[in-house]
């Protein structure tokens, strides 16, 4: 079970997203009112607040947003999960259509660090549900298998 920590949206590509905290998610197209929103594979993008906690220790001075993510999520390693995961938080559904991306030209982020972890680090997803994402939000992996432990050898 994740924890949803910002929620983020630019008006322009190139640019930086900003937390708004609350946004409306509409059905195959994306975040209402981000520029990287269509009918594509890539509508919302995810990272692991984790991630992000672990590249701002080594002295990164980022926003939430910064990497063009949408959803910094707490609690997931989003790069582990496979293709065709869907996530569900309040009345969105998404399904992970993409891991990680090729960066064809360096962002400021790493030309400053000399590193990005949105490349290997970011997924994306296309919503299947629209509905709207607040910070705080709880967001769950639908049909996560949990295995029971196998049962003891009956004597």
């Not at 919302?44 to 926003?63: I, K, N, P, T």
């Not at 993409?98 to 994306?124: L, N, S, T, W």
């Amino acid at each position: 079970m994740g924890k949803v920590i910002a929620v983020c949206v630019s008006e322009q590509k190139g640019t930086q997203k900003k937390n708004v905290g609350t946004a409306q998610f509409v059905e195959d197209w994306g975040i209402q009112g981000d520029a990287h929103a269509g009918k594509w594979h890539r509508q919302v993008s995810l990272l692991s607040h984790e991630q992000v906690e672990a590249f701002r220790a080594r002295g990164a001075v980022v926003d939430d947003g910064a990497f063009g993510e949408n959803l910094v999520v707490e609690g997931y390693d989003f790069k582990a999960l496979p293709i065709g995961t869907k996530f569900k938080c309040n009345d969105v559904m998404l399904e992970l259509t993409q891991v990680g991306k090729q960066c064809h030209a360096h962002c400021e982020i790493y030309k400053v660090m000399g590193d990005c972890i949105m490349p290997r680090e970011g997924v994306f997803t296309k919503v299947l549900h629209g509905g709207t994402i607040s910070v705080g939000d709880e967001l769950t992996v639908v049909g996560e298998q949990i295995c029971p432990p196998p049962k003891a050898a009956e004597a």
